[in-house]
């Protein structure tokens, strides 16, 4: 049975690390031949700019072959067991992994949740059909927690930062004009707390918390760290003295599977904006986001080209840690 990168939950903390020490050495030196003659597919069902070219050079730089297959709204799976399948689809994931797999020595997938039933949904059917069904390693490029952006977040803040323990993490919520994935914030949430983070939730009120499977993983982490998670929905008392301050917008969990008309965001909610009157409450905090992202609406174009904007470190990160993550999974590091 070959090891997944599916969620920073399942790796330990000395396993991230050293993903993280591997990725600083891939930065140092990027082209090292570590896969030649391995192949690999990044099946996208969303669209995308970074994961798309960072993992496809990535694997380049490491001597291998990458194969890109474009399925955003062109090739819709089917993941449930015993489907009839006289809709959409004109394939199952069974045979998509299993084809693959004959094929490639690693799949990466994107799969966002569709937004119409989370108690489906938060299982992640899509990437588990894969996973169930392949031979092969298989990375998560993005479905409901994007194990990769975390990563890439986690050497930026460690690059500034240093060691990370006991520091203060503000993951905010912002406003946006359209209820978007919770990938981010869970990973975020995942990552921060299992590394030794304290880590305070800022929310607009309580119907945006994260589904409790990562609250409770994070509450977890903190246990086992002797650290804290909070959730708050007081921007002061969360900006207060924080270290890093991570931004974010997301969907409430409750109105998925409304009529898109259903679920607004109210406009009062845009007061959540990083801006730095915000920053100024902090402890001299970096700032970032996964990108893309809203300037004026998320972030001041101040805070975000503040030099304390780890926006472009995070994102140029992706391509280091991704070649840690893929090297390590073919036993390549
Ligand atoms: N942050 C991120 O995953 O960017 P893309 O959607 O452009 O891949």
């Excluded at 090292?32 to 496809?56: C, E, I, M």
């Excluded at 890439?152 to 930062?161: G, I, K």
């Excluded at 503040?306 to 036993?331: C, D, T, Y």
């Amino acid at each position: 049975m070959p090891r997944h990168f599916l969620s920073t939950e399942d790796w330990s903390r000395a396993e991230i690390s050293a993903l993280l020490d591997d990725a600083r050495l891939l930065r140092e030196r990027p082209r090292q031949d570590r896969v030649s003659g391995k192949t690999a597919a990044f099946v996208f069902f969303n669209p995308s700019l970074r994961t798309r070219s960072s993992f496809q050079i990535g694997f380049s730089q490491l001597g291998g072959t990458p194969v890109v297959l474009d399925a955003a709204g062109t090739w819709p799976l089917e993941y449930v067991e015993g489907a009839v399948m006289d809709g959409e689809p004109e394939e199952h994931a069974k045979e998509a992994a299993r084809v693959l797999s004959a094929y490639v020595d690693l799949i990466g997938i994107r799969a966002f949740p569709k937004f119409q039933d989370w108690e489906a949904e938060r299982h992640d059917p899509l990437l588990s059909a894969f996973v169930e069904h392949a031979s092969v390693p298989i990375v998560n490029m993005e479905t409901i927690v994007h194990p990769c952006q975390e990563l890439a977040m986690l050497m930026a803040l460690q690059d500034t930062h240093g060691d990370l323990s006991g520091k203060t993490f503000t993951l905010t919520w912002t406003f946006h004009p359209k209820p978007l994935n919770t990938a981010v914030p869970n990973s975020a949430l995942l990552a921060a707390t299992k590394m030794g983070m304290n880590v305070r939730l800022l929310i607009p009120d309580e119907a945006y918390r994260l589904d409790p499977r990562f609250m409770e993983a994070g509450e977890r982490f903190t246990e086992e760290a002797g650290t804290s998670l909070t959730v708050t929905t007081d921007i002061g008392e969360a900006y207060d003295g924080a270290d890093a301050v991570y931004a974010k917008s997301w969907g409430r969990l409750d109105q998925i599977g409304l009529p898109m008309e259903q679920r607004l965001t109210p406009e009062d909610y845009r007061r959540f904006i990083v801006d730095e009157e915000k920053m100024a409450l902090t402890n001299n905090a970096t700032f970032s986001h996964c990108l893309p992202m809203r300037r004026n609406v998320k972030v001041t174009d101040a805070v975000a080209d503040s030099p304390r904007s780890l926006i472009i470190e995070e994102a140029a990160n992706r391509l280091h840690v991704q070649k840690a993550v893929m090297s390590q999974l073919l036993g390549a590091s």
